[in-house]
């Protein structure tokens, strides 16, 4: 018997999750991707780009696919995508995992100071002009034009488009992972004295938490909004290990 899986993806734990999950034959993975990133990398199994028009959408999809699990692997960050995941789930009587990455904790030495959104963080950096690192992705970058009057350094996967209406921004284009070192000498070339980021979690981008750590600059960080309470994993090792039980043989399960 054939099992039909549907991974909501879009970060390195769900491509790695799917290929996992893809070398036990009596699973079919489709992984899918909302299509904010205009080049991907490659995701190793069927994947399905676009949305899905809401949970409804999603509902009807799960059950026209006659899918078995759903699984949120989406970014901690994607709070719509997930509330409609679990209410999809609820709608169509598919079964729901999701993969919580936790979040970073400061430690002694770290200057953070914690805000609610992308707004507020833009708020938060104060009248006076600053070299701001932004690392928070595209989607939300037009918010800083609220606060012109700094510099500001952005970094993301994809073009800025259009760009923001300030005085003074450079764009990087780089995906991660970002190493400590490497970050630290780019707060330096560009004389950072404040970061904005999300609490991402995970090792991948987490070097620019460190070097500001050891260069004493403050980071603005944006908390992480609330998702729904679904059975979960923190990482996909254990995600996976859940699916196996779930869809493990009668004899392993002692019955």
Same mark, same amino acid.
């Given at each position: 018997?054939?099992?039909?899986?549907?991974?909501?993806?879009?970060?390195?734990?769900?491509?790695?999750?799917? $290929?996992?999950?893809?070398?036990?034959?009596?699973?079919?993975?489709?992984?899918?991707?909302?299509?904010?990133?205009?080049?991907?990398?490659?995701?190793?199994?069927? *994947?399905?780009?676009?949305?899905?028009?809401?949970?409804? /959408?999603?509902?009807?999809?799960?059950?026209?696919?006659?899918?078995?699990?759903?699984?949120?692997?989406?970014?901690?960050?994607?709070?719509?995508?997930?509330?409609?995941?679990?209410?999809?789930?609820?709608?169509?009587?598919?079964?729901?995992?999701?993969?919580?990455?936790?979040?970073?904790?400061?430690?002694?030495?770290?200057?953070?100071?914690? #805000?609610?959104? *992308?707004?507020?963080?833009?708020?938060?950096?104060?009248?006076?002009?600053?070299? #701001?690192?932004?690392?928070?992705?595209?989607?939300?970058? /037009?918010?800083?034009?609220?606060?012109?009057?700094?510099?500001?350094?952005?970094?993301?996967?994809?073009? *800025?488009?259009?760009?923001?209406?300030?005085?003074?921004?450079?764009?990087?284009?780089?995906? $991660?992972?970002?190493?400590?070192?490497?970050? &630290?000498?780019?707060?330096?070339?560009? /004389?950072?004295?404040?970061?904005?980021?999300?609490?991402?979690? $995970?090792?991948?981008?987490? $070097?620019?938490?460190?070097?500001? &750590?050891?260069?004493?600059?403050? *980071?603005?960080?944006?908390?992480?909004?609330?998702?729904?309470?679904?059975?979960?994993?923190?990482?996909?090792?254990?995600?996976?290990?859940?699916?196996?039980?779930?869809?493990?043989? #009668?004899?392993?399960? /002692? #019955?």
């Amino acid at each position: 018997m054939t099992h039909r899986i549907l991974i909501l993806g879009g970060t390195t734990e769900a491509r790695q999750l799917a $290929g996992k999950l893809a070398r036990r034959a009596d699973f079919s993975i489709t992984l899918s991707l909302a299509g904010r990133t205009e080049s991907p990398v490659a995701q190793g199994v069927p *994947v399905r780009v676009g949305g899905f028009g809401g949970a409804a /959408g999603l509902a009807a999809y799960l059950r026209h696919e006659k899918v078995d699990l759903l699984i949120d692997a989406t970014h901690p960050y994607a709070a719509r995508i997930s509330a409609n995941a679990a209410e999809a789930a609820t709608k169509s009587g598919v079964p729901i995992l999701a993969l919580r990455r936790p979040g970073w904790e400061p430690v002694v030495g770290d200057r953070w100071m914690m #805000v609610d959104s *992308v707004a507020e963080a833009a708020s938060a950096l104060g009248p006076a002009p600053r070299r #701001v690192f932004l690392a928070i992705g595209r989607q939300e970058a /037009g918010a800083f034009e609220a606060a012109p009057q700094h510099r500001y350094l952005i970094r993301s996967v994809d073009p *800025v488009e259009p760009k923001l209406a300030v005085p003074d921004a450079h764009y990087l284009l780089a995906r $991660g992972p970002f190493p400590e070192a490497e970050e &630290r000498v780019l707060l330096q070339q560009h /004389g950072i004295d404040a970061i904005v980021s999300k609490n991402s979690g $995970g090792e991948a981008t987490y $070097g620019k938490i460190a070097a500001a &750590r050891a260069l004493g600059i403050e *980071v603005v960080m944006i908390r992480r909004p609330p998702l729904p309470d679904v059975s979960s994993a923190e990482t996909g090792d254990a995600l996976a290990a859940k699916v196996d039980h779930l869809f493990a043989p #009668v004899a392993e399960r /002692g #019955v």
